[in-house]
């Protein structure tokens, strides 16, 4: 999407790609497991969050500075490194999956991937009252796509239902869990290997 820094593949940590194949596994016939992005570098996490904070200041000029972190926290996290508090996606642990048909064709979820408003909420559709046969369809593949996330130990983050989270401090957090697995961490290219050895 001409993010600055981005990967053109998806990188989880092993256990966690463990358990997407299990997930994918799990799902009835007819159905495919997507995955739309894993491990992602700082300055790709820096320039999601500095775009929509900016995209939500023009949209809401009368916003304080504390409004508008908020709104921007609620769909993408602060970029940090911080051993203790690192973004999600840096660890290897956040994963955005969606569920596609037979053909690989992404399945109607209510809302596109990424899209910051409250119908992205993993629990939107299910708060609303009357359906219609779309919306009962997108809600139907949410809870399939919870349903198969969840029985392999993954965590869903409230405000988007692609987001998954497993060993990072967002899966600790709201799965109970007395701490992360993972730290942040970065691409094990020849570089990087040479600075931990030589360091």
Known sequence: MGIPGAVPECFV?????????????????????????????????????????????????????????????????????????????????????????????ALDMGTLFDEAVPASHSDHLERLGELDPRQQRARDHRRLLYSVMLDQGFTNLPSEWWHYDLGDQLWARYGGHDRAIYGPTELDTIENRWRRQLG
């Not at 256990?15 to 194949?21: E, I, Q, W």
């Not at 007819?30 to 992602?40: A, I, M, N, Q, T």
């Not at 995209?55 to 996290?77: D, N, Y």
């Open 13 to 105: 940590r092993e256990g966690v790609y463990r358990r997407l194949l299990a997930a994918a596994r799990a799902l009835p016939d007819g159905f495919g497991l997507v995955v739309l992005d894993g491990w992602r570098p700082w300055r790709v996490q820096q320039y999601l969050f500095e775009t929509l904070s900016e995209a939500l200041r023009a949209h809401h000029p009368e916003a304080g500075e504390a409004e508008l972190l908020t709104r921007t926290r609620e769909f993408i996290s602060v970029p940090s490194r911080d051993p203790q508090a690192p973004s999600p996606h840096l660890t290897g642990g956040a994963v955005d999956v969606t569920l596609c048909d037979g053909d690989g064709l």
